[in-house]
Every structure is written in C-alpha cells, then in structure tokens.
C-alpha cells in the first residue's frame, strides 16, 4: 500500500495531465515551442496511461521511460532524448508537487544519462572567425525591410550575450527586462537554468550598455534561439566556413569560446563551470578539452619556467609587443606552445598579427 502523496490515480491524474498541457498555470508565457512540447509529452502521457490504468506512480513513471527507450520502427532512442524524456516527466511531477497532486517527487530517484555522453563535438572556432560570422551574419542587406534590420539587431546583440556570459539558448529566450539589474552596486542578471532553478550572474563590463537598454522589455531579446544560430551560421557561411563545421555550430559554440577565454587567464575551472552553470566534468570534456591541458604542461616544462621566468610575464609581454606592433587591443592569452625548445602560438585576430607571432615563434 502506498502511502499518501506518492501516487496520482484516476479523475485526478486525468485533470493533472490536461491541466498541464495547457500550460496556463505559468507564470511566463510558453513559447510555442515549449507549447508544443508539452502539449506531445501530455499526449503520450495519456497514450500510455490508457493503455496501462490512470496511476502514476514511480514505478508507472519507470515504465513509461522504458516505452521511450525504444521509436516505433524498433531502433533505440539516443541517448539525449533519454535524458530528455526523463526532464519533461520530473517537471510534470514539479508540477503535480505544486498544485498539490503528490506530495513526493520519486522522479528524482531516476537517474538521466550523463550530459558527459550526450552532447556532440563542438567544433573548434577561434574568436577571429566568430566575430567575422557574427558581423557577415547580421549585416543588413540593401533589401530588407525594418523589421528584418532590427531582428538582425537583436540577433547581434543575442550572440554577444551568448558570447560573453555562456548563457544557454533556453536561458537567453526565457531572460525578462525585470531580470535585469543594472542599476545595482555590482550589476547582474537572474535567469532560469535548466531545470527551473533561479540564479544571478554578474553582467559583463562590456555588455552593460546593451543590458540596460533591454531592462523595460518583457523579454530581454525580441529574437528566438534558432533565428540567432541561423544568423551566426549564415555568416559562417560567408566566411567560407565549411557546411559540416557551420551545421554543428550553436550556442555551445559560443560558451566554448567563453570557457577556453577564461582557462587561459587563469580562472580555475570550478568557477568556469559555476560561471557556466555546469559540471566541472562536461566543462573540462567539451569545452575546454585536453589542448588545453596539454598546454600548460608544456608551458610549465619549457625552458621559460625552468629559468625562472614566469609564465605570466612571458605572456604580457608577448601580448603588450603584439599590442604596439598591430595596433589591436582585441587579443587574448595566447596560446603558447612547445616543441624543441621552439615556441609557437595559435591565437591572433589579424593577418597583420599572425605575422608578427610567425617572427616572434622564429625569435624565442
């Protein structure tokens, strides 16, 4: 016998099922996209209660996850979707918590796929080619009309949040103008993270500006996700990425730049995944990878180190000579490495600057 508040049965599930489809009870307006999410994941939900009685319990909850497991034309479903089976049923069961169906969420006792084995390979662009994409892609033609030049716009200003605060795609749709506090000592934005949970972030320096402008809107970017990933690989396009690498280019594109950025200067990689919103082991994994580690023990071993010369100092002055020689204030760490005592870099934003490291590898 289960005890009270660990099961949902007939008149009740029914009207929870329905009740959650519709998605009234928000308080921020579905997407369509999430609309039609939701209203498939009530439609199987009742499928599957049809045809096995209307309980739920964590043991109906198992067994429609196994349903999921196999498509209808008898292939497995990947691992990705699992996990993303297992997410819509632990937010029906949030749901049925707070309107006061179940008093217990046994959905957390099932364990999802680690995101370790699920995401794809990021492709590995430097922010030369990225900011070049982001410029191409959102360039008015001589053609469009005002609305497609504003949604051009946003979608610019979309990928610079994108690019500077390693916000998901989910993330940046859900941000509201009231979540934005630039008028505080220290500014910040609060947002909803995957699974619901809510959480401050400081703004960038460099993104105040535009954050501030976007505090009275109802949602901070009149632009969706996929219309932003459109307009980036538009521009890919033009830069002559190609067509292989631009279809795997996302937002995750972006939050790799944001975390490899970091790394370099020297933030240690817990913070990099709080800053993140992720684990430390889908950080280190796919978007900073072994390169990186590599580097720095390369750095640590060369004869730089082993003659006293921090690496830092190495790196400054490395960076203040491309300063004066380029006239570009745009670079990053770079990227130093090792191989028979040679030194050589892998990180500029102009052809003038990929000269000036070519004779600076050939000096040191």
Not at 163 to 170: A, C, D, N, V
Not at 208 to 213: A, D, K, L, N
Not at 241 to 263: G, P, S
């Amino acid at each position: 016998m289960l005890q009270k508040g660990k099961q949902i049965t007939g008149k009740r599930l029914k009207e929870a099922v329905l009740s959650y489809s519709t998605g009234d009870f928000n308080k921020i307006q579905l997407s369509n996209k999430s609309k039609k999410d939701r209203r498939l994941f009530c439609d199987s939900l009742q499928r599957f209660f049809d045809h096995e009685g209307w309980v739920f319990t964590e043991q109906t909850a198992r067994q429609w996850i196994e349903s999921k497991k196999t498509k209808q034309n008898g292939s497995q479903a990947s691992l990705s979707s699992q996990r993303r089976y297992i997410a819509q049923l632990r937010a029906f069961t949030n749901f049925c918590i707070q309107r006061g169906y179940l008093m217990v969420n046994f959905c957390q006792w099932i364990a999802k796929p680690s995101e370790v084995l699920t995401i794809k390979e990021i492709p590995d662009l430097n922010d030369e080619i990225v900011f070049k994409a982001m410029k191409l892609g959102t360039t008015p033609n001589k053609g469009d009309r005002s609305r497609s030049v504003f949604i051009k716009k946003e979608s610019y200003d979309a990928m610079m949040f994108y690019r500077f605060t390693s916000r998901r795609s989910g993330e940046m749709a859900s941000l509201r103008g009231q979540d934005i506090h630039t008028e505080a000592s220290n500014p910040y934005y609060e947002v909803t993270l995957k699974g619901g949970r809510r959480k401050k972030f400081p703004i960038p320096a460099n993104l105040i500006e535009m954050m501030t402008r976007r505090q009275k809107n109802e949602k901070a970017f009149a632009v969706t996700p996929v219309t932003t990933i459109k307009h980036f690989r538009d521009g890919l396009r033009s830069s002559g990425v190609a067509e292989e690498v631009v279809m795997q280019c996302n937002n995750h594109t972006f939050r790799k730049l944001f975390a490899k950025e970091k790394y370099r200067n020297g933030e240690d990689i817990s913070k990099i995944a709080d800053a993140m919103a992720d684990t430390i082991e889908t950080v280190k994994k796919y978007y900073l990878g072994e390169d990186l580690e590599a580097m720095k023990r390369t750095v640590n071993n060369s004869k730089f180190i082993r003659n006293g010369i921090p690496m830092m100092d190495l790196m400054n002055e490395i960076m203040e000579y491309l300063k004066v020689k380029t006239e570009d204030e745009r670079f990053e760490l770079p990227n130093i490495l090792m191989k028979d005592e040679k030194v050589s870099f892998d990180l500029s934003f102009t052809e003038e600057g990929k000269k000036e490291m070519k004779k600076l590898s050939t000096l040191l």
